[in-house]
């Protein structure tokens, strides 16, 4: 193997590793990679769009909805009063999901930058790129981080897609009646269409993200596919051995840290599932689904369900013929 060294890349010399025992020293720092000179300019580009993530989820977090004033105004359509107190709480909050929206947007321009650095034929290989290119690798990994969380919470709050219903429901009645309003501004009509298609996808973010990566793919032709398709494969490997290896786990300084590398392993999965011609569950893929799985199995399982559905409904191959049986019965055990 390779020197020891004691930066994130070291984790990636694993995968060229025989023995795995003699090399305990290998880590990948998700925890405190910082970029070099070389990688500077994208990663402040993209930095400034993760910080605003930790913001966005907060405020997905937090976001309860107007139900309860949603639903008097139904049962009353001709209380004047009721009417309007839905308009007020509605108004603000789909100003929310429309900031969620033009987030994802610049999320897909950041992840377009990182590929354009990861999948570069700077170096030799996928593992060379990402050892060389820690913080951008780092980056990468908080967008998938991000992309999952946020998907997460959407899914368990139905008040989204509710809120907004009655938002294009009530604008559209307004501007039938001709009576003036103040929320059309907040989104106008095109831009309504496209807010509600994202939030209409089980997993908005994710797809934002698959359908960022293909369209990286087929706007970069001179570009082998094999470049992308090898560091998202080479990225989930990466996750699952230092997952799988207690000389590695045992290194994070938070526990939070095991999540992160789990989201990151199944972000990785499914985008390349998307990306690559096959899928991940092929026997041509280069991803180890079943290891992949045994990790998310090892877990508690309350933490990871989240996860295990991720890879049941929003892969793109999971249910071709080509899959193997082992792994459908893998993902489908309760």
């Not at 949603?70 to 108004?91: H, M, S």
């Not at 990182?114 to 290119?133: C, F, H, I, K, V």
């Not at 992309?147 to 997460?152: A, C, M, S």
């Amino acid at each position: 193997c390779l020197n020891r060294y004691r930066n994130m890349g070291n984790l990636l010399k694993v995968l060229t590793c025989t023995d795995l025992e003699q090399e305990p020293n290998f880590f990948l720092d998700f925890e405190n990679a910082q970029p070099t000179e070389a990688e500077r300019e994208v990663w402040e580009k993209v930095d400034l769009v993760l910080k605003d993530a930790r913001g966005i989820l907060d405020e997905l977090q937090a976001y309860k909805g107007a139900g309860q004033e949603i639903r008097e105004a139904i049962q009353n359509p001709n209380d004047e009063a009721l009417q309007k107190v839905a308009w007020v709480a509605v108004v603000p909050l789909v100003g929310k999901l429309k900031k969620f929206y033009q987030f994802s947007q610049r999320l897909e321009a950041a992840l377009h930058s990182l590929l354009g650095a990861l999948t570069s034929e700077t170096y030799d290989n996928p593992t060379q790129n990402l050892e060389r290119e820690q913080a951008l690798a780092k980056q990468f990994a908080e967008i998938l981080h991000f992309t999952l969380r946020f998907d997460e919470l959407k899914m368990t709050n139905p008040a989204i897609q509710n809120d907004f219903s009655y938002y294009r429901r009530t604008l559209s009645r307004m501007r039938i009646n001709n009576t003036p309003t103040e929320g059309e501004k907040e989104v106008n009509n095109e831009l309504a269409n496209r807010i509600s298609l994202f939030y209409a996808d089980a997993t908005p973010m994710l797809k934002t993200l698959s359908d960022g990566t293909t369209k990286f793919v087929s706007e970069n032709k001179n570009l082998p596919i094999e470049n992308t398709t090898d560091c998202l494969s080479t990225m989930a490997s990466v996750c699952k051995v230092m997952l799988e290896t207690p000389e590695y786990r045992s290194r994070f300084t938070s526990e939070e840290t095991v999540s992160f590398c789990l989201r990151v392993m199944v972000g990785v999965i499914i985008l390349y599932d998307y990306v690559h011609p096959v899928g991940a569950f092929s026997k041509s893929s280069k991803i180890d689904m079943k290891g992949c799985i045994k990790v998310l199995r090892d877990q508690p399982p309350n933490s990871v369900e989240g996860l295990l559905n991720a890879l049941r409904y929003t892969t793109k191959h999971l249910n071709d013929e080509s899959t193997n049986k082992t792994i459908k019965s893998m993902l489908q055990q309760q």
